[in-house]
């Protein structure tokens, strides 16, 4: 039989196989419904249409959809897929039909039914509409992304679907790092793209001011640039055309651009370009450090307010967004409380105190606000001197804030740092923890308010626009589906595990759109155990799916010992840092993890810790400064251990009378997180346990605190001890308050410390 021949009779034998249905002879790309991100509430394959075979695309549509309706997100998807495509009015000549639903579909609900002939959806309006063509967007192969002119197979299928939550969002800090235009367009499209409906983006803050405003034209010439460390001037400002082209390309996705205009605080930026908004007059730089600076606005000045209602007027022209946020979070008072005209304000209006005043600097923004038919939006701070009139609550301290918008019978939208702040690590919150998230607790439901949705806040002190994308992605993927499939979809048995089936075929779609997720979590974790004497033994774990990589030591000398498997222990003496180049499914990552490690005669030998580390920074327990694993240059890492306003002292008993010949430890350092150096280091030896003596241990720090704007691991060293010991212990004296000089003067600080390393032989 010729090769013409077998071929001929293989395609016969398919086709009685198939039903004596004959293959195309032209194989398309081909779409699939396991990709769709967040979960449509109804999914059901038509196994019965054409053995379930859906709509075939040879590479031309004809569309249809209701008069007064925006598509244009889609016809311009459709021509950068090199599909050509043309409008209809008559509905037996399209292709793709959308109808104006008569039934209530629920809240930018639609149906979408896949067929052999057609592709139809039903939407209450032109919102729920787009919402349809993003979940066909989804079933499209992937490869349509970058073009697919000949055309592609759909599955057969009928989707119901509808909101769970009204606000779905994501918070975009513009000014600790600028954002390009181009990005924060490259931003919606993802938003858009997973059922994300709301940007908040963040325009003003102490670090840089990016909105320009005419009356005031100062505040982008001073106030969006700032002087870095290093000398280099870095910074930047939209203009109103910007702005104009971001707010048309989010319309188009049916994405509302909410403008955040920081008051009262958070404003150095406004201050260094017009010092006289302030109480003090002082002239300022803008910041190039982050933190919580005690100089706001002014709120006993009538100039000051007049200032903001002008730039409130030049925002309401610009956004047509029905709320505008006006910050209202971290605002220290220690200046209103020296400041004459704050302290009168206080007097002719009859308040108590500060946090009075901050809500009635608020609420005459508010009722400026209002007057324009917007309505303000602020963080849960602005219920700590009642809440302002009509206004929205977004809580972040937790969900108090929300639940207590809710019995006071105003919206709340959430986004508590426990789940949706990605500027945190991933150790801190991975998606996992993004997506186990309860955005409406029992606690907020059967009150007169409601909460309205949630956002997850991308604050970038330490995320360039070129980190942005990667710390988003996949956690807001979580959120997104969290807020748009709610519980009945999220809290299902194996849901989980389904939305990272998901996770991963949506990958390949933003593989094609050259959007480059993260990991969804930290790849590998460090296991520690005790060794021999001065010794430890490691074993780097996968903690993800898929995921492998070659495991070293590096010591602090450089020294690279041998490598070995993720799964496999390796022994360790001495102190360096254990890294693993992270790979998954055999490919890499570029992801390289770091675990700082001490191999040492204290590691895992008992410890008496004469205080309570913090419920926050426990280091990992009670055994934390002496498990062998230090403390690295984040002190969100979970290695740390620290107290606030309290000393610190810790004994480890050897287990044997040693030899020592050197003790060290670690300090961190970052003033304007309020941690400060200790005010003094004692180390101690004892034979017995009882009688201690005190050796030689200086500080290099001394004892008065400088401005340092640093954040930074000290080490600290003594040497050449040669002394006979079994006990040794460190008394470490907190610094006290943050002193008069720091923005939070007077409030606690914080002790962070991590390993008692002791070099010691028998």
């Known amino acids: 039989m010729n090769v013409k021949v077998k071929l001929l009779f293989g395609l016969l034998l398919w086709g009685l196989i198939a039903g004596c249905e004959m293959p195309d002879t032209h194989p398309l790309p081909a779409g699939k419904s396991t990709g769709l991100v967040p979960l449509p509430q109804i999914l059901e394959p038509l196994e019965g249409e054409a053995k379930g075979r859906g709509f075939r695309c040879e590479g031309a549509l004809t569309l249809m959809w209701p008069e007064g309706w925006n598509m244009s997100a889609m016809t311009v998807w459709l021509e950068e897929a090199q599909l050509s495509w043309e409008r209809t009015s008559e509905e037996r000549e399209a292709d793709w039909i959308w109808r104006v639903s008569e039934d209530d579909l629920g809240q930018e609900g639609y149906t979408l039914s896949v067929k052999r002939d057609r592709v139809t959806m039903s939407a209450g309006d032109a919102e729920a509409a787009f919402r349809a063509w993003t979940t066909l967007r989804q079933l499209l192969p992937e490869t349509c992304e970058q073009g697919c002119a000949s055309g592609f197979t759909l599955p057969a299928m009928h989707i119901e679907d509808q909101a769970y939550l009204r606000h779905r969002g994501l918070l975009l800090d513009c000014c600790r790092h600028f954002m390009e235009p181009e990005f924060v367009k490259e931003v919606i499209e993802v938003l858009a793209l997973q059922k994300m409906n709301v940007l908040h983006w963040h325009l003003t803050e102490d670090q840089g001011w990016r909105l320009p405003v005419e009356a005031y034209p100062k505040l982008t010439q001073v106030g969006a640039y700032r002087t870095e460390s290093d000398g280099e001037v870095t910074g930047g400002a939209y203009t109103r055309e910007d702005i104009e082209d971001i707010l048309a390309f989010a319309s188009a996705r049916h994405v509302q651009v909410i403008p955040e205009i920081e008051m009262p605080g958070h404003c150095r930026a406004a201050l260094a370009a017009y010092p006289w908004l302030g109480c003090t007059g002082d002239t300022l730089p803008v910041p190039s450090n982050w933190g919580v600076f005690k100089d706001v606005y002014c709120a006993g000045n009538d100039s000051t307010l007049a200032f903001m209602k002008a730039v409130l007027d030049e925002v309401c022209t610009m956004f047509p967004s029905d709320v505008i946020h006006i910050g209202g979070d971290e605002v220290p008072k220690v200046r209103w409380a020296a400041c004459p005209k704050c302290q009168a304000k206080m007097r002719r209006l009859g308040l108590k105190d500060e946090a009075e005043l901050q809500t009635a600097f608020i609420n005459e923004m508010g009722a400026h606000l209002a007057k324009r038919g917007k309505r303000i939006i602020g963080w849960d701070e602005i219920l700590e001197g ?8 977004q809580s972040w301290r937790g969900m108090e804030g929300a639940i207590e918008a809710a019995h006071l019978g105003t919206d709340a939208v959430v986004s508590p740092t426990s789940h949706c702040y990605l ?70 048995e194996g849901a989980y595990e389904g939305f990272l089936d998901r996770l991963d075929v949506l990958g390949l779609r933003w593989a094609f759109m050259d959007v480059r997720p993260g990991l969804e979590g930290v790849p590998v974790d460090l296991e520690v155990r005790p060794g021999r004497r001065g010794e ?4 780097v774990n996968a903690a993800l799916r898929n995921v492998g990589g070659r495991v070293r030591f590096v010591s602090s000398s450089g020294a690279e010992g041998s490598a070995v498997n993720v799964g496999e222990p390796l022994t360790i003496e001495g102190t360096g840092t254990v890294q693993v180049d992270v790979v998954v499914r055999g490919r890499s990552t570029g992801v390289t993890e770091s675990f700082p490690v001490a191999g040492h005669a204290a590691a895992h030998q008992p410890l008496e810790l004469g205080y309570e580390p913090s419920q926050y920074y426990t280091g990992g327990g009670l055994q934390a400064l002496a498990d062998g694993r230090r403390g690295s240059e984040d002190f969100r890492d979970g290695a740390w251990q620290a107290v606030q306003a309290v000393d610190m002292v810790c004994t480890v008993d050897l287990g044997d009378t040693l030899d020592i010949s050197a003790l060290e430890t670690q300090f961190y350092l970052y003033q304007d997180a309020w941690i400060f150096l200790p005010r003094a280091v004692t180390w101690s030896v004892s034979m017995d346990g009882q009688r201690f003596v005190d050796l030689p241990t200086q500080a290099p720090w001394g004892d008065a605190h400088k401005p340092d704007a640093r954040q930074t ?3 600290l060293r003594i040497e050449d ?13 907190n610094a006290g308050a943050c002193p008069s000089w720091h923005d939070a003067a007077t409030e606690p600080s914080w002790l962070f410390v991590d390993e008692l390393v002791v070099e010691a032989t028998r």
């Open 386 to 393: 009642g809440l302002p009139e009509g206004a929205v609550v």
């Open 721 to 733: 001890l040669g002394i006979e010991a079994r006990y040794v212990r460190i008394t470490l004296a």
């Open 713 to 715: 691991v000290v080490p």
């Open 536 to 539: 430890i033994e490691v074993t």
């Open 423 to 492: 500027d945190y690590p991933l150790r801190s919150t991975d998606l996992a923890e993004v997506y186990s998230f309860v955005p409406v607790p029992e606690a907020a439901k059967g009150h007169p308010g409601q909460i309205i949705g949630g956002e997850c806040n991308m604050w970038t002190e330490r995320a360039p626009q070129e980190a942005v994308m990667g710390k988003v992605l996949p956690r807001a993927t979580g959120l997104a589906e969290v807020l748009w499939s709610g519980p009945k979809v999220t809290e299902a």
